[in-house]
């Protein structure tokens, strides 16, 4: 039931268009890194080489993480007028993704060396293998002191629902990033979608009105940017705002993340459920195959009756689940240790405080078409404490059977 995560990842938690691209000259001072990925490949390579055409004197840096049955990574350099430089990077820990997050932090300085000596690049772009995701290679960029312009997701929404809906691992399809990768299609195609701040959207003939308000009701809070008719240049160089990685990785904690809101349009509905009382423990772990399929997308936070002090993380996609601790909830901690916490963590805290229960809630959102609102509510709210459950007090809560118990692991 539980999907698994990019290998190499760090999964603790913590706390308008014209008529074609034009030419961008970034100011001098610096190199500014974009990274380009996503799953839908073809429309990643599109993004890319719009930019390359767009940028004067850009360059972009991909590791083909294919070649791994082999050893080995390949890695290789372009411009816009063809293939400057090819490689190949050992393994490391028999992990493609962990070579190449050895190698992409050198390589980034040495373009930027011979092209300060040379032609004076102001734009890398990393295009990102299919199933890498960008949190850990913005998070590794960025802690060696380059600059993260811009994250960008390719998308091609005609392919937003097959890939959300697709179950298949990731090491079925040939697209593991190692040995031990246990990710889904569905899962890391949500992910690699939910973190960019700016969506490049491919002009899809096959796409309608429900592809579109999916990708919308997915990632409202996004800037989409046509490929083929917006200003891709100015997002990459960070014309949209400077790319912030603590403020990234913020918006994707289950303590703070930034939610959709309730939607209903061509089809496609979001439903946000909150709730204040626990959940029982057996009758929501009995009900988790069904709330599981019944969207294409939900995640959340929430918490059972028999672990009043901890997180949980609801996170499915492709009709897998997973659900994790996400460590305490603020309420759960002493005074004192409240000053250790983010400021961002504080305020999401302070949003949802409760006379009784303080920053605990239920916090779960559900994105597809064709959702069954009314009867998803009614699910969900079976698997809350009754009136007399909750009147029995939390000791009584603890003595609940501890369903979670082998699902999270204890």
């Avoid at 996503?38 to 991909?62: C, F, I, M, N, Y």
């Avoid at 592809?211 to 200003?231: C, E, K, M, N």
């Avoid at 029982?280 to 009995?286: G, M």
Wanted: charged content about 25%.
């Amino acid at each position: 039931m539980a999907a698994g995560h990019e290998p190499g990842a760090d999964d603790k938690p913590d706390p308008g268009p014209g008529p074609g691209p034009r030419a961008h000259r970034p100011a001098r001072g610096g190199l500014h890194v974009a990274l380009v990925g996503g799953l839908h490949a073809d429309a990643r390579k599109e993004t890319v080489e719009r930019l390359l055409a767009a940028v004067p004197g850009s360059v972009a840096l991909h590791h083909d993480l294919s070649t791994a049955p082999e050893g080995t990574v390949r890695r290789t350099v372009r411009d816009a007028r063809g293939v400057l430089s090819t490689g190949d990077t050992p393994l490391v820990n028999d992990c493609a993704c962990c070579a190449l997050r050895e190698d992409l932090v050198p390589e980034i300085a040495r373009i930027r060396d011979e092209r300060d000596r040379a032609a004076g690049v102001r734009l890398a772009v990393v295009e990102l293998w299919d199933s890498v995701e960008p949190k850990a290679m913005a998070e590794v960029v960025a802690a060696h002191g380059f600059t993260v312009s811009a994250v960008i997701t390719a998308v091609d929404p005609a392919l937003m629902l097959p890939y959300l809906a697709n179950g298949d691992d990731l090491a079925d399809v040939g697209l593991a990033a190692a040995a031990t990768d246990q990710r889904t299609v569905a899962d890391t195609w949500a992910r690699q979608l939910e973190y960019a701040p700016v969506l490049a959207v491919a002009d899809s003939p096959e796409a309608d009105d429900e592809d579109r308000a999916l990708l919308a009701q997915l990632h409202p809070t996004a800037r989409q940017v046509p490929i083929g008719h917006g200003d891709l240049a100015g997002a990459a160089l960070g014309g949209f705002g400077a790319f912030d990685v603590e403020a990234a990785a913020a918006a994707q904690h289950p303590a703070c993340a930034r939610l959709p809101a309730d939607a209903d349009e061509a089809g496609v509905s979001t439903l946000v459920w909150r709730r204040r009382r626990p959940f029982h423990p057996e009758r929501l772990y009995a009900a988790l195959e069904d709330l599981t399929c019944a969207a294409a997308r939900s995640r959340g936070r929430f918490w059972l009756a028999d672990r009043p002090d901890t997180l949980l993380h609801w996170d499915a996609a492709g009709g897998a689940l997973c659900v994790e601790s996400a460590g305490p909830w603020l309420a759960s901690l002493p005074d004192a240790a409240w000053e250790m916490v983010p400021p961002v963590r504080r305020a999401a805290a302070a949003l949802d405080w409760h006379p009784a229960h303080g920053d605990r809630c239920q916090h779960l959102v559900f994105t597809s078409p064709g959702l069954d609102r009314d009867g998803l509510a009614d699910l969900l709210e079976s698997c809350l404490l009754t009136d007399a459950e909750y009147a029995a007090g939390r000791d009584a809560w603890k003595r609940l059977p501890p369903a979670f118990d082998t699902l999270l692991e204890v």
